[in-house]
């Protein structure tokens, strides 16, 4: 019997309407059965300030419970000024400290890139990646996902309309769930 696997899922857009956040949907309706991905919201989350480490906000300490409490994590970011939103910074920081003591830490991951634009958020993915290595983080190097034209991809109700997309994706939450088991911690 295959193990389930808790998938936190960080979506670095907070607009309601945002189209990362009907990808991240998409993506959960995708998965494998053996995945269980829940969005982790990151709104509330005030900013990190090394001061407030000895007595974190109780928001920081959720974050960072719902983070460890989870398998594996996927990012679905937008791309900012060709960087990673400072929403999507901020909660990533917020999981890493303090030093030593870091959520992330050994938690595969996989990034998706979501742009109205036509080369999908590019700039984002990598920035991110960047990070996630640091992090200690083993990110899914294959398939990338970078979403480009995103606007054409739903309908009104935020339903993933396009069949191609709709494939890419299956077959990228099935590579993520092979990436999961291969570097799950024991």
Same mark, same amino acid.
Do not use: C
């Given at each position: 019997?295959?193990?389930?696997?808790?998938?936190?899922?960080?979506?670095?857009?907070?607009?309601?309407?945002?189209?990362?956040?009907?990808?991240?949907? &998409?993506? $959960?309706?995708?998965?494998?059965?053996?995945?269980?991905?829940?969005?982790?919201?990151?709104?509330?989350?005030?900013?990190?300030?090394?001061?407030?480490?000895?007595?974190?906000?109780?928001?920081?300490?959720?974050?960072?419970?719902?983070?460890?409490? $989870?398998?594996?994590?996927?990012?679905?970011?937008?791309?900012?000024?060709?960087?990673?939103?400072?929403?999507?910074? !901020?909660?990533?920081?917020?999981?890493?400290?303090?030093?030593?003591?870091? $959520?992330? &830490?050994?938690?595969?991951?996989?990034?998706?890139?979501?742009?109205?634009?036509?080369?999908?958020?590019?700039?984002? !993915?990598?920035?991110?990646?960047?990070?996630?290595?640091?992090?200690?983080?083993?990110?899914?190097?294959?398939?990338?996902?970078?979403?480009?034209?995103?606007?054409?991809?739903?309908?009104?109700?935020?339903?993933?309309? !396009?069949?191609?997309?709709?494939?890419?994706?299956?077959?990228?939450?099935?590579?993520? $769930?092979?990436?999961?088991?291969? !570097?799950?911690? &024991?």
């Amino acid at each position: 019997m295959a193990i389930e696997r808790k998938v936190a899922v960080l979506v670095g857009s907070l607009r309601k309407e945002s189209y990362n956040r009907k990808m991240a949907h &998409a993506l $959960a309706k995708l998965a494998p059965k053996t995945l269980r991905p829940g969005i982790v919201e990151i709104a509330a989350l005030t900013l990190y300030n090394e001061d407030e480490d000895e007595h974190p906000p109780a928001v920081w300490v959720e974050f960072r419970e719902r983070i460890r409490a $989870a398998d594996a994590v996927l990012f679905v970011t937008p791309e900012y000024n060709r960087s990673v939103p400072g929403v999507l910074k !901020n909660a990533i920081d917020v999981g890493s400290r303090p030093y030593g003591k870091s $959520a992330w &830490a050994g938690k595969p991951g996989a990034v998706v890139s979501v742009s109205p634009g036509a080369i999908g958020g590019f700039g984002a !993915n990598h920035h991110l990646r960047q990070s996630l290595v640091f992090l200690d983080v083993p990110v899914m190097q294959r398939p990338e996902a970078y979403i480009g034209n995103a606007a054409s991809l739903f309908d009104k109700e935020g339903h993933l309309t !396009n069949d191609a997309t709709r494939d890419f994706l299956t077959k990228f939450m099935g590579s993520f $769930a092979t990436w999961i088991e291969a !570097n799950a911690k &024991a």
